[in-house]
Structures are given as C-alpha cells and as structure tokens.
C-alpha cells in the first residue's frame, strides 16, 4: 500500500503524539511509587514470568541490556528486586522481585489499568479487542532490529497503478 504525504503525516503525527502523551501519562502515574517510565515494565515482566536472566529480560523488554542494567540497580536499590549470579554461569545475573517489588507489582498493575481506561476511552469493544493485534504489527513493521530485506533495483521503482487507475 502506498501512502500520500498528507496520510503519512496524520498516521506518523498521531502515534508521535499517542507516544508523548502515554509516557508523559504513566510518568505522572508512576511518581508517587518512586518509579520512573521503564521500571513500571521490568517490574512487570518479572511479576508474569518469575526470575529471569538480565540479557533475556533485556530481550523480553525490547530494550538495551544497559538500559535494563541501570534500571535493575535503581529498583535493587529501592528494594524492590534482588540480583544475583546465575547459578550455570557466573556471567549472568539472574533478576528477581523482593516481596516489596510484588506488593509494588501490585500497585503498578492497578495504574497500568487506569492508563488503559484512560487511553480506551470512546472506543468500540471490537476495536479494543482488536488494538493490540494492530499495535504489535505497527511495532513489527518498524522493529529496528528485524531483518531487513534488501531491495533489488528493479523492486525500488513504484509499482504500476492498478488498472482501474490507469489514465
């Protein structure tokens, strides 16, 4: 499908601002819990799928390991995760919530609820069914770090016009 400037710029201005305006919003949420944008998620991961190794929980989160190794030390310090030494390999650290970073857990998914009401508002119940299929092939289709397909010269130049549209 090929895209007019006018429709690129509505499409790319609204997820610009959906963006700004989702993380500004759990800023907001997260501030009275001590936490930061990014922590609310790591938090999270943990709480569905127990302790994890720091590089899968970089992998998990989308994110740079240095990233996630900044945040684990903030939240280890608060108190809310603990690390440690893989067991297999002492290269790895393994990352897991304190009984404090549940109960945190806890409140963050309560603020996760009121973001997504907030957000869902004025939408049908078919669209909110259908939104997050829509949202992880959005984020598919600009994955950084998915392989690209290289373009032979011959599939750069524009497609011809459907034959309906032909002058």
């Known amino acids: 499908m090929l895209v007019d400037f006018d429709q690129a710029d ?24 001590g936490l930061h944008p990014g922590q609310e998620a790591l938090l999270l991961e943990l709480a569905r799928t127990g302790p994890m190794i720091q590089a899968q929980l970089s992998e998990a989160l989308g994110v740079e390991r240095p990233s996630v190794t900044l945040m684990a030390r903030k939240l280890e310090t608060a108190g809310h995760i603990r690390r440690s030494p893989a067991p297999d390999d002492q290269r ?45 092939t959005l984020a598919g289709n600009v994955d ?11 599939e750069t130049r524009a497609p011809e016009p459907h034959p309906e549209h032909r002058p």
């Open 144 to 154: 950084t770090r998915r392989p690209r397909h290289r373009r032979t010269p011959s």
């Open 92 to 136: 790895a650290t393994v990352v897991e919530l304190t009984d404090g970073g549940r109960a945190l857990t806890d409140q963050v998914k309560q603020l996760w609820c009121t973001l997504a009401q907030e957000t869902l508002t004025g939408l049908t119940a078919q669209t909110v069914t259908e939104l997050p299929g829509l949202l992880k």
């Open 10 to 33: 509505a499409v790319n201005q609204a997820i610009r601002l959906l963006s700004l305006r989702h993380r500004a919003r759990i800023a907001e949420l997260l501030a009275p819990l």
